[in-house]
């Protein structure tokens, strides 16, 4: 497994490099000897394109390390992303039956919830208990909230199907957290660069209460949300030093929706900033980890914010029409304070588009944005479950063509 590659000049002059180092380097603004390349896959991706039970990638950290490791290294990715937390190691127990319908496994679990299993997309859990009204909340009984948990979220939020409550520290969280993290460091051999992956504050509460009730609070009780928030942002800190305490590169924040499309700059700068600013803050303290967010969308006129609050790095940067980053810009006006990752159409060119028409896209953007370091070639978003596996090897190809 990951060969070296062999049969061309540039490596018998230069010495070659795993993609932990290429990554590594890149997000220090160091050289390379080529522009990495670190895709996010979609989970459905991972299932439609292995051999695994399609559930079995949700559920089991072991599987889903396997497909993380296996497609890193069929695509010559230099990086994986974690994205999924470790699970109750005794979830199977709690299974009272599992059945196929409509197309989807289906199963049943002893608390009478159940989860609808795609085989190409995230499980859904659904529980028979209904998340409260914001009104209802307490900020004092928030701390994080995992939307990718086995059995969904709940308030008081808690892991797994065990209802205990849990001192708000590092003791919040189960000690098999990290399972995932540490199955993907044993089976990477120390050849790929790995992120972490936390959930900002902001996703957290647009999880919580549901993405319209959670944007009228904004507006109806903004004090309350900040209470709220800042509450969730000492458990996300937390959960990102914890994180550090295995051999991780870098820890990304999924912020999603703190993006043009659903929120002003005026509530980026009062709803997200201060509390990523806090988690990136919490994390520069204790170690060097580079942290790096991702936000979909446009976000043109919030990266100066982003630098406000600390990152290393920016993910995503969606290009017109999901977006409005103009990459060769945010490159002359940002590059030396931040590292860049994304910008190539998802859906548009890797998952519409030829073998072609993805290779060129690769070429322009490294050549607007790959000189002196600091770019790794990515897609702005996942990469959809039917995106050609044939597409995306042509990344790999472009970075090599490119040297």
């Not at 700068?269 to 790096?292: M, T």
């Not at 050549?367 to 990344?395: F, H, Q, W």
């Amino acid at each position: 497994m990951f060969p070296l590659p062999t049969g061309t000049d540039f490596y018998e002059v230069f010495a070659f490099m795993t993609g932990k180092e290429r990554v590594n380097r890149s997000m220090r603004h160091e050289e390379v000897d080529r522009t990495p390349v670190f895709c996010q896959l979609s989970l459905g991706h991972y299932m439609i394109n292995t051999s695994f039970e399609p559930y079995m990638i949700w559920f089991s950290p072991e599987t889903f390390a396997d497909s993380l490791v296996m497609l890193a290294d069929r695509y010559n990715f230099d990086g994986i992303l974690v994205n999924l937390p470790g699970r109750c190691r005794n979830w199977k127990k709690h299974i009272v039956d599992i059945e196929r319908k409509d197309g989807k496994t289906v199963i049943h679990w002893d608390d009478s919830s159940y989860s609808i299993c795609p085989d190409d997309d995230n499980v859904h859990h659904f529980r028979t208990d209904k998340l409260p009204i914001f009104d209802e909340v307490d900020p004092d009984l928030l701390f994080y909230i995992e939307p990718h948990d086995v059995t969904g979220i709940k308030y008081p939020y808690y892991y797994g199907f065990k209802k205990e409550y849990r001192p708000h520290d590092e003791r919040f969280f189960p000690d098999y957290i990290l399972d995932t993290l540490k199955a993907v460091i044993n089976k990477s051999e120390g050849y790929f660069h790995i992120s972490s992956e936390i959930f900002s504050p902001f996703t957290q509460i647009m999880e919580l209460f549901g993405y319209t009730e959670a944007l009228m609070a904004l507006i109806d009780n903004p004090v309350k949300c900040e209470k709220i928030l800042e509450k969730l942002a000492l458990g996300t800190a937390t959960l990102a030093k914890l994180q550090s305490t295995v051999e991780i590169d870098a820890v990304l924040i999924s912020s999603a929706f703190a993006g043009g499309g659903f929120i002003s700059r005026e509530h980026y700068k009062r709803f997200v900033l201060p509390y990523e600013k806090y988690v990136v803050e919490e994390l520069h303290r204790i170690c060097s980890l580079p942290i790096y967010v991702h936000t979909c969308g446009a976000i043109g006129d919030r990266i100066d914010l982003m630098v406000e609050a600390g990152y290393d790095g920016i993910d995503t940067m969606d290009p017109p029409p999901l977006g409005n980053t103009d990459i060769a810009e945010v490159k002359k006006k940002f590059g030396e304070v931040l590292f860049l990752k994304g910008n190539m159409d998802p859906v548009n060119i890797m998952l519409k588009g030829t073998k072609d028409q993805v290779y060129n896209e690769a070429r322009r953007l490294i050549r607007v944005a790959g000189y002196n370091s600091g770019y790794i070639l990515s897609t702005a978003c996942s990469i959809s479950p039917k995106a050609d596996p044939e597409n995306i090897k042509m990344l790999y190809k472009a970075s090599i063509d490119s040297i």
